[in-house]
C-alpha cells in the first residue's frame, strides 16, 4: 500500500508543515530546527520527522515534521526555530503545495519521495 502524502488528510490529530532544505540534505535538519529555540516552547507531546521530502518545479526542496493538531506551542517552536535558520515553512493547503501567497504549486507538479 502507497503512502499517502502528509497534510494531504485533513486531521485533527495531526498538523503538517514542511521546511525548506538549502543545502540538498535533511540529515539533522529537523533536530536543529528544533533546538533552535531554548529553552523550547512547548511543556508536552513532541514532532515528528515524517520522512518525506518534496521537490517543487522551481527545484526548491522542502521535508515534512508533524505535530499535534492545535498544538500553538509546537507550531510556534518549528516556526521560529525554521526563521531563525532562515528557511521557509510551507504547507499543503487544498490540492496545492503552498510557500506564500505569491508562491503555491499544485501537487500534481511536485515530486514526493519517502526516505
Partial sequence: MARKIPGTIDSEL????Y???LNNSVTG???SILKKVHP?????GGAIE????VLLPNKDKYFCISYKGGDVAWKEQIETG????????????????????????????CVFNFY
Avoid at 14 to 17: G, I, K, M, P
Avoid at 40 to 44: G, H, S
Avoid at 93 to 106: H, K, L, N, T
Wanted: aromatic letters at 10%; one cysteine or more.
Fill in 82 to 109: 525554521a526563521s531563525l535558520m532562515n528557511l521557509k515553512v510551507a504547507r499543503i493547503i487544498g490540492g496545492s503545495f503552498v510557500v506564500c501567497e505569491e508562491e503555491a504549486y499544485s501537487l500534481d507538479c
Fill in 29 to 31: 535538519l529537523f533536530f
Fill in 50 to 53: 515524517e520522512k518525506c521530502v
Fill in 14 to 17: 495531526r498538523e503538517y508543515c
Fill in 19 to 21: 521546511i525548506q532544505v
Fill in 40 to 44: 523550547p516552547i512547548p511543556k508536552k
